[in-house]
């Protein structure tokens, strides 16, 4: 956990970096990756995203009724999971998407306009850590791979706590710890010799995936990170692990 203090340094992937400077290096990965991100993700998960996506959007179940449902999802990137849940849910349903990197977010809305999907997502510039709307304004809280890359998680999960809805419902998949033996030894030799690897290849430079890999094994495991989630206010915490661990999905509501 992270606390307001400018002294402090905090991790960067395996390195310490200074607390201020961390947003900045996580910008620029993502500035760099943003064009090739989609493919990316294919690539380096050989398609299971996509399933894993699935799974989140299933256990969100965005009604399939006229009535509003606004999700806000969070680190949004380039509109996956937001086109995801404008699909499954009904006539009402509308995704805000706030992502600090402004490329990811130009890459989103492009998308949204050649899928036909621009009315009913509106892409924002903005940082989970302090996010511009208005109180309990949600119906639901969405995240995907990205909360370990925000700073100061506590503070990401006080703002999710603040937009919600009372009723709203907090959900986050996230990569976890691998629980499975055998499969965590031939993960890790993938995450970090192939990744990198393809990285390099794909878009030229193989340190944004290096940070990429490494932030995952800096993030909490599952039991650590519920923790987490219900210090910041929310009831009914549970999580679910995926692929033996290699991500979890983590729900909570705001009662
Ligand atoms: C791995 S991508 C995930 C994108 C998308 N959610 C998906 O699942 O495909 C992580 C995203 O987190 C965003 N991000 C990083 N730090 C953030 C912050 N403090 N606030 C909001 N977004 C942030 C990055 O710009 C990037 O688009």
């Known amino acids: 956990m992270t606390t307001d203090n400018s002294d402090k340094d905090v991790a960067f992937g395996f390195r310490r970096v200074a607390e201020g400077d961390k947003q900045g290096l996580v910008n620029d990965v993502f500035a760099k990756a943003a064009q090739r991100y989609d493919q990316m993700n294919d690539l380096m998960s050989a398609g299971l995203h996509r399933l894993w996506k699935d799974d989140f959007i299933t256990m969100l179940a965005p009604p399939r009724l006229p009535a509003p449902f606004h999700v806000l999802d969070v680190a949004g990137g ?20 706030a992502d600090i990197s402004p490329e990811m977010v130009e890459e989103g809305r492009k998308r949204a306009a050649a899928e036909g999907l621009a009315d009913r997502c509106a ?96 993030f909490p495991d599952q039991e650590s990170f519920k923790t987490m989630i219900e210090k910041a206010g929310f009831a ?20």
């Open 123 to 218: 892409f924002t510039v903005g940082n989970a850590e302090a996010l511009a709307f208005p109180e309990k304004s949600f119906d639901a809280y969405t995240i995907a791979f990205g909360i370990r890359n925000v700073t100061h998680i506590d503070k990401a999960l006080a703002e999710a706590y603040r937009v919600l809805k009372p009723g709203g419902r907090f959900l986050c998949l996230e990569f976890s710890k691998v629980d499975v033996p055998g499969l965590d030894a031939l993960y890790e030799a993938y995450s970090f010799t192939v990744i990198p690897a393809v990285g390099k290849v794909v878009t030229g430079d193989g340190q944004p995936y290096r940070y990429l890999v490494e932030s995952i094994r800096t």
């Open 236 to 255: 009914r915490v549970s999580y679910r692990s995926l692929s033996g661990g290699i991500v979890a999905i983590h729900s909570g509501w705001r009662l």
């Open 78 to 97: 380039t509109g996956d999971i937001a086109f995801r849940i404008v699909r499954a849910g009904g006539a009402g349903a509308r995704v805000t998407i």
